[in-house]
């Protein structure tokens, strides 16, 4: 874990102390939910949105997510030109042709 999230709070120097605290209401630290080792059992087609300078989540953690699913059918949209991460869950509803045209190849 490399405290992006807790970093924007501006709280990163207290990783292990979230970390410790996460462990004892889960039972597992944050390391052993990563997205990355369960994108290792996708077996669909995947399309991918994020919000490349998004504060809480940085571009090579999407990427590794992105990486570590085994299809050949899987693409990733970065959304340019804005840290929000809200515009992450507006972007395909305002401009929806992407994944339209995406969705199309695959169903029609």
Do not use: H
Request: proline letters at 6%; hydrophobic letters at 40%.
């Amino acid at each position: 874990m490399d405290g992006q999230a807790l970093g924007a709070m501006g709280i990163a120097d207290r990783i292990d102390d979230f970390d410790r605290a996460f462990q004892l209401v889960t039972s597992f630290t944050i390391d052993q939910v990563s997205p990355v080792e369960y994108a290792k059992s996708c077996r669909v087609p995947t399309f991918i949105t994020q919000v490349r300078d998004d504060v809480l989540t940085r571009p090579e953690d999407t990427q590794a997510i992105f990486d570590a699913i085994p299809v050949a059918d899987e693409e990733l949209c970065w959304i340019e030109g804005s840290t929000r991460r809200w515009d992450g869950y507006t972007y395909l509803p305002e401009r929806p042709e992407q994944l339209l045209d995406w969705f199309d190849t695959r169903m029609g």
